[in-house]
């Protein structure tokens, strides 16, 4: 999907981290606080690879492995969070 001459020039303005985050839509929405965490790689939208549970990984706990992420345990706090830029 190409992006409009507006949406462009927003994006100019976004980190690398922030533009991906953008132009990347999750096939998920839940209330994780992973959500807001820079750690978590989320699921793509449209994607059949991973287990329809996962929201998506977690790129720091449990590193150099990714820690798989379940819809159905909702994480509200974490030790390991860091927000987003
Ligand atoms: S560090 Fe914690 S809050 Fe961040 S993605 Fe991993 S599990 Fe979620």
Do not use: Q, R
């Amino acid at each position: 999907m190409a992006m409009k001459k507006e949406e462009m020039i927003e994006a100019k303005k976004l980190n690398p981290v922030d533009f991906l985050a953008k132009v990347l839509e999750a096939e998920k929405h839940t209330d994780h606080i992973c959500w807001k965490c820079k750690y978590l790689k989320w699921v793509l939208k449209g994607s059949g690879f991973p287990p329809a549970d996962i929201i998506g990984w977690c790129k720091k706990i449990h590193w150099p492995h990714y820690w798989s992420i379940s819809e159905m345990d909702v994480i509200k706090k974490c030790y390991a969070f860091e927000a987003k830029s």
